[in-house]
Structure formats: structure tokens, C-alpha cells
């Protein structure tokens, strides 16, 4: 929701010209009554189309990623922006930057950024020692708030099983492989899709069984890598120390919206998902018991306090 | 004259080294990493670097324990970036590079357990200088007694499993979500955060 935009309608202020989709911020005015672009204060923006963005973004670079050449844009969420190097110490990387957002307290605002930038650092290197397979980390930079990891050539877990509905329901044996469709070999059928959702459910339960709560379990945040078509887990931002079935609970019933709002073509595809978490986790007993309560009455609705 | 004729002596004896990379994230700056096998003169070369009175000064590393080129350079990368911002950890950027590609943040034991092993006398050195001249390359050629490696690919083969797997506490179920090095650079790129 944008301030500018509200005012607009109600006060006949002119809009904030590029539509940015962060949360409510004060209209910054110059002397001379010109209202200021939310984006040209520096918050968390959306990449504009054109070429003034070109020049936009090649400023809000990190100085590690502006001194790489062919370093490009690769998305940007609400947190951060990742930058593509094609060159990283002899190695194709990825710079996952996180920006200041201004509308913060300062001094909150780094705490936060430093906690989450360390949290996922320590995140990604704890699901490695737990055989789930992650980016390795290459460097982390507190200063410029950025994370340079490994690149994992694949698709997301999203992209995957959008594309297994375009597959012909009697698609050739040659096409089955998980790795063969991230290789852009033909289009996956159903046995790489139990394959792959399988895959999802025994990498969450190697997480939940080490106590490690990823945070935010989407599709998007789940990578098929093209090499050998595992599952590579990604953004450990939000990821926690727990041993509380309740955060694990948490975690699945996250898992389970994230599914069924992304993939409502493939309803039962969180079943896949559950049923390879209960063949493959030790501790499945009270988290799935914690899951159906947690179904029943949402989240953060503990009810302890 | 003189001086001039063992130079050029120098500069056609010498091989070039293993590894040169010139950083991405840190323009102008370059390493320069070596292997020698079989080094005989290791322990002299450890003592004087112990001192500072080596010169040209280098970073000895034990190559034993190193299981990748890229992991190396993963070290110099965070050593060039302390430096960069002026917060070396130890004395020199050299000494920095050693103590980067530790596990632990005890500095007197990483120097100890990653450089040159005590009381070998036929030992597997690496050696890297940051921003090498010319001249410095050819000194640091002269300076060792031992088989120059060409390239780094037989690192890995040379590797002291057990002891890298006990140095960094690297459990069996890491090696199954990647290989050896990759659990090893994700310690060194994330010391700090871990």
C-alpha cells in the first residue's frame, strides 16, 4: 500500500510515479513542494521498466557485485535483490544483497539485516550437515549486508510442477527423469513428479529432524538442480533453531498453503509431500499430531501466554 | 651488471606459478599460489616466516590439508577483503590468508595446524603472495628446495582426508548433500557467521 497512491485519491496529490509496492512511508517533500519518488529514497523498490533503472541499479550495487563484469539482475524480493556473477573467483555465483529499508529505526534496521544475513548463512551451512543439499557459501559480507553463494543451475520446484501439467498424459519412458526435464529434455511426467515431491518431503523431514525450521517452505524456495535432479533448499532467511513440534508443525502447514495456492492443479501433491516426511522422519509422530491442530486452527493461534 | 644477469638467470629458470587469479570483488589485486612437493628446507622456511624476516614474504600452507584450488582461493578472498577494509585479524595479509582457511577462530593454533606441519622434513608446501612483481615471483622460486607442481588439479589426490574431516568436524551425512571441498569452502566462506 503506498502512501502517495492513497493520497492521491483522497488529497488530488500527483502519484508516487513508479508505483512501488512497499509498505506505508511518509511523503518526503523538497523545497519547492515537489513530492520525492518512494524509490529515489532509497527503499525497497520494484525494477522499473526502461533504461533509467539500468543507471538506478547499477548504484545500488554492492561494490563487490558493481566491479564483476556481466553481473545482472537476477529478481528482487521483499527483503533482497539477487545479482547474477557470472565470475566469482573462477565460479559462477550468486550476490544476494539486502537493502536498508529507510522506513525502519536505523539502528533496528541493521540488527535485523544482520541477524537474518547471519541467520542464513549459519542456515544454509546446517542443512548441509544435515544431508540436505544447499548452495554452498562462498563469502558474506556484513558491511554491504550480502551473501555470495554457489549457483545451482536448475529450476525451482515451482517452475517444475507447473510444467509437469503440460506434459501429454502418455509421455515416453525417455522423458521421466527429474534431471532430464531441468536439463530441458522434454517436458516431465507423473513419475518425476512423485520423484521430485517425494524428494521435498525426505529433505523438510532431514531439516525438521536436526531442528532446523527453514521459515518459509514454498515451491519457489525449493531448487531441482539439472546435474543430477536433487533437491537443493534455498533463502534460509527466516530459517530457526528449534526442537518445538509446534514450529515444525509451523513449517509444513506453511508448506501446505504455499502448495495448494501455487499448484491448486495438483491437489494432491502436499499428500505426496507428507507421506515421504512420515516414511522419512524419525520424530514425525507428535509434529504431524501438532500439524493437525495447527490445520485445524491456523497459525500463531498457540493459545500460550 | 651483475645484478642484471641473475635476474634474467632467475626469470629463465623460473616456472610460473600454479595459480594466478586477479580478484573479481577486489579490482588490482592479484594471488599468486605455488605447489612444491617434497620441500626440504620447509622448516628454515617456517621459522623465518615466524620471525617476518622472510623475504619476499609468503603464506606457507600445508598442501596436505587444502582439498581444492578453489577452497584456497575462497581464504585469499576473505584475506584480500579484511584487508581491504583494515581488519586484519592477524599481523599480516599473508599470515591472514593461513588463519582465513581455519575452522576455528583460535588464531595461534590455525596458523599452527594449516602451515607448514612441525618436524617434517619432506613436506608438501603451498605458497601464495599477494600482488607478486615479477622480481617477487622469481625470489619466491628461489627461495624454495623442492619439486614445483604445475597446477593445483593434484591437490585432491595428495588430501589427508581423515585429517581435514577431523580439522573441520565434517560428518559423514555432510558428504552425502555435497563433495568434501564444498563442505569445506562453506566453513571457510562462513566462518564468521557460524
Known amino acids: 500500500f503506498c502512501w502517495l497512491a492513497f493520497l492521491d485519491n483522497v488529497a488530488g496529490w500527483p502519484v508516487c510515479p513508479r508505483r512501488c509496492a512497499h509498505r506505508a512511508a511518509p511523503p518526503h517533500l523538497v523545497p519547492g513542494g515537489r513530492l520525492l519518488a518512494c524509490s529515489q529514497r532509497g527503499a525497497g523498490r520494484m525494477p522499473a ?14 561494490p563487490g557485485v558493481r566491479s564483476v563484469e556481466g553481473a545482472s539482475l ?5 527483503e533482497a535483490r539477487v545479482w547474477s556473477l557470472p565470475a566469482y573467483l573462477g565460479r559462477r555465483a550468486i550476490a544476494k544483497q539486502r537493502f536498508v529499508k ?22 544454509l551451512c546446517k542443512a548441509r550437515k544435515l544431508g540436505v543439499a544447499t548452495p554452498a557459501v562462498y563469502a558474506v559480507d556484513t558491511q554491504e549486508a550480502t551473501l555470495y553463494i554457489e549457483f545451482v543451475a536448475g529450476v525451482t520446484v515451482k517452475a517444475f510442477l507447473q510444467r509437469s501439467l503440460e506434459a501429454a498424459p502418455a509421455a515416453d519412458a525417455g522423458a521421466g527423469s527429474a534431471a532430464a526435464y531441468a536439463n530441458g529434455a522434454g517436458l516431465p511426467d507423473a513419475s518425476a513428479r512423485a520423484g521430485v515431491l517425494k524428494a521435498v518431503g525426505e529433505a523438510v523431514a532431514a531439516l ?31 530459517a530457526s533453531n528449534s526442537s518445538l513440534s509446534e514450529d515444525k508443525a509451523v513449517d509444513l502447514y506453511v508448506l501446505e498453503r504455499a502448495v495448494s495456492a501455487a499448484h491448486p492443479e495438483h491437489p494432491d501433491a502436499f499428500e505426496t509431500i507428507l507421506a515421504a516426511y512420515k516414511a522419512a522422519s524419525k520424530q514425525w509422530c507428535p509434529t504431524l499430531n501438532r500439524f493437525a491442530d495447527v490445520r485445524a486452527r491456523g497459525r500463531k493461534r498457540a493459545m500460550i501466554g | 651488471r651483475t645484478r642484471l644477469l641473475s635476474r634474467l638467470f632467475c626469470r629463465v ?22 605447489l612444491y612437493r617434497g620441500v626440504a628446507n620447509a622448516q628454515a622456511l617456517a621459522a623465518k616466516a615466524k620471525d617476518g624476516s622472510l623475504t619476499p614474504e609468503v603464506a606457507l600452507i600445508n598442501a596436505r590439508l587444502v582439498p581444492d584450488a578453489f577452497c584456497a582461493l575462497v581464504a585469499a578472498n576473505r584475506a584480500v577483503g579484511a584487508h581491504q577494509r583494515g581488519k586484519l ?11 582465513a ?30 600482488d607478486a612483481t615479477d622480481e617477487e615471483r622469481a625470489a619466491v622460486e628461489g627461495m624454495v628446495q623442492g619439486e614445483a607442481i604445475g597446477s593445483l588439479d593434484s591437490l585432491a589426490q595428495s588430501l589427508d582426508d581423515a585429517a581435514v ?28 557467521s557460524l
Open chain 2, 89 to 99: 585479524t592477524t599481523r599480516s595479509l599473508h599470515a591472514e590468508l593461513v588463519y
Open chain 1, 102 to 123: 529507510r522506513y525502519r529505526l536505523p539502528a533496528l534496521d541493521t540488527k535485523l539485516t544482520q541477524r537474518r544475513l547471519v541467520g542464513e548463512a549459519r542456515g
Open chain 2, 13 to 34: 629458470l623460473a616456472m610460473a606459478p600454479a595459480l594466478h587469479h586477479s580478484f573479481e570483488c577486489h579490482p588490482g589485486r592479484t594471488v599468486d599460489v605455488w
Open chain 1, 49 to 62: 521498466p526502461g533504461a533509467p533503472a539500468a543507471a538506478a541499479e547499477a548504484c545500488e550495487q554492492p
Open chain 1, 74 to 78: 537476477l529478481c528482487q524480493g521483499a
Open chain 2, 101 to 130: 582457511l581455519a575452522a576455528s577462530k583460535h588464531i595461534r593454533e590455525s596458523l599452527r595446524r594449516f602451515g607448514v606441519p612441525e618436524g617434517c622434513s619432506e613436506c608438501d608446501v603451498l605458497m601464495a603472495r599477494f
Open chain 2, 165 to 192: 574431516k577431523k580439522l573441520y568436524k565434517i560428518q559423514p551425512k555432510e558428504l552425502e548433500a555435497g563433495s568434501l571441498a564444498d563442505a569445506v569452502t562453506c566453513r571457510i566462506g562462513a566462518r564468521d
Open chain 1, 208 to 238: 525438521h529432524d536436526g531442528d532446523l525450521v527453514h521459515g518459509d517452505l514454498t515451491t519457489s524456495n525449493m531448487l531441482v538442480r539439472q546435474a543430477d535432479g536433487r533437491i537443493v533448499m534455498i533463502d534460509f532467511g527466516l
